[in-house]
């Protein structure tokens, strides 16, 4: 099937950026509902960002909605979330995945290892 590798993640300063990259091998993601999900310790999987494979729907989680923002290359076979305004709050492990359902969204099943991000107060 696709394989998912995310990275980009690291530690940053409350207030500042950073951009995580998803890139897909196997298969083409172009026709394929992306998401991101991120999980603090001790915490549930909690819903990121959602684009459907047309761009015809993007919807964000509560808490990062108008801070962060997902799109996609599929010459690159890559999704990416752009991450802005970070709070300390936003520190979690994240993952993307495909989704079966863009709205609501429906993890397919297949998932990457993860990239750590870290918000410093």
């Known amino acids: 099937q696709v394989q998912l590798v995310e990275s980009g ?3 940053v300063q409350a207030g500042g950026s950073l951009r995580l990259s998803c890139a897909a091998s196997g298969r083409t993601i172009a026709y394929y509902h992306m998401g ?4 603090a310790p001790g915490k549930e999987r909690e819903f990121v960002a ?3 494979w047309s761009g ?4 964000y989680g509560e808490s ?3 801070r962060f923002t997902i799109s996609r290359d599929n010459a690159k076979n890559t999704v990416y979330l752009q991450m802005n305004s970070l709070k300390p709050e936003d520190t979690a492990a994240y993952y993307c995945c495909v989704l079966v359902n863009a709205r609501p969204p429906v993890p397919r099943g297949e998932w990457g290892q993860g990239t750590q991000v870290t918000v410093s107060s």
Request: proline share 0%; hydrophobic share 45%; charged share 20%.
């Open 50 to 52: 959602a684009l459907s």
């Open 9 to 11: 993640g690291g530690l």
């Open 36 to 39: 991101w999900f991120r999980q």
């Open 64 to 66: 990062v909605k108008g």
């Open 56 to 59: 015809s729907i993007v919807d």
